[in-house]
């Protein structure tokens, strides 16, 4: 393997801790009183703020549209703001781990969509692929114990909507990234996201609170290095080896939050849950396997 190569699988790794500590950030937050909604709130603003003093300074070229783009980029915020707020949801109602493997399922929903609308045909490891990761999400989230499935339910219920806005978004970010450059979907999509969080909450709710130091450290961490950074290092990682590759790599972070939920959270998966988690990483490395490398 190339060094490019190995910086490339580096990038992609840490964007997945960043990401997977981020999650168990904000179940912490959680636990101090801070909402869902406002975490969103906080997430986008200051994301979409960081993205636009960087895009401006380094390439302001990334921040030019036009007029009629702009009616896509609102629906992309939208659904980004959806997206945020249904994990986020998830996360305060469930383990973190459990949360992230949910919304992991974006690819899956992206396979069936694809099966059910498009017309395309999958190969059998694609469909088996499908069943162990609906089979891995149903033992992971401890839907084999009555109890269990009680107290998660609303939890459960908002990591696959999580999943399947993520995938509209992966599906809508696509067709978006045929015309406007990576950076500048990223930022606009931020950008309305954060419109749509003050629209639909009392405008910026979320930084009019109170916060100690302790509790701004882990909101500007899940802002900056969770958000952009991750993004950017996921990009960067992106252009030194395939995707598929990235995206197999990329499923260090539900196996990441695990460990550090256990260690900083007391968040203990029952070895059921944790069967449930290496099948759905194991299904979700052997549908990207059976995609054409992009």
Request: with cysteine; glycine share 6%.
């Amino acid at each position: 393997m190339s060094s490019s190569g190995r910086f490339g699988y580096l990038y992609v790794a840490l964007s997945a801790l960043l990401f997977a500590i981020s999650g168990t950030a904000s179940k912490f937050l959680f636990h101090q009183g801070v909402t869902p909604y406002q975490l969103v709130q906080i997430r986008t603003v200051i994301a979409s703020a960081v993205l636009l003093a960087w895009l401006a300074a380094a390439n302001p070229s990334a921040l030019k549209i036009t007029r009629q783009s702009l009616p896509r980029f609102i629906i992309l915020g939208f659904v980004l703001a959806a997206t945020m707020f249904t994990y986020f949801y998830a996360i305060s109602k469930i383990q973190v781990a459990a949360a992230i493997l949910l919304q992991f399922q974006s690819p899956v929903f992206v396979a069936a969509y694809a099966l059910a609308f498009s017309g395309e045909r999958h190969s059998t490891s694609t469909l088996l692929a499908i069943a162990g990761s609906g089979l891995g999400c149903y033992l992971a989230v401890g839907a084999y114990t009555l109890d269990l499935l009680s107290l998660n339910k609303a939890g459960i219920i908002g990591g696959l909507s999580a999943a399947a806005f993520l995938a509209c978004y992966t599906l809508l970010s696509e067709s978006a990234l045929r015309r406007h450059k990576p950076w500048t979907v990223l930022f606009y999509a931020s950008l309305f996201s954060a419109a749509a969080c003050n629209i639909l909450l009392p405008p910026f709710e979320g930084l009019t609170r109170s916060y100690s130091a302790t509790q701004w450290f882990w909101i500007l961490f899940i802002s900056i290095a969770g958000t952009a950074v991750s993004l950017g290092l996921f990009n960067k990682g992106l252009r030194l080896i395939r995707s598929t590759h990235a995206s197999i790599t990329a499923t260090l972070q539900p196996i990441a939050a695990a460990v550090i939920a256990y260690f900083f959270l007391d968040e203990i998966m029952r070895p059921w849950q944790v069967f449930g988690v290496v099948l759905v990483v194991a299904s979700i490395i052997m549908l990207q396997t059976g995609k054409r490398d992009a």
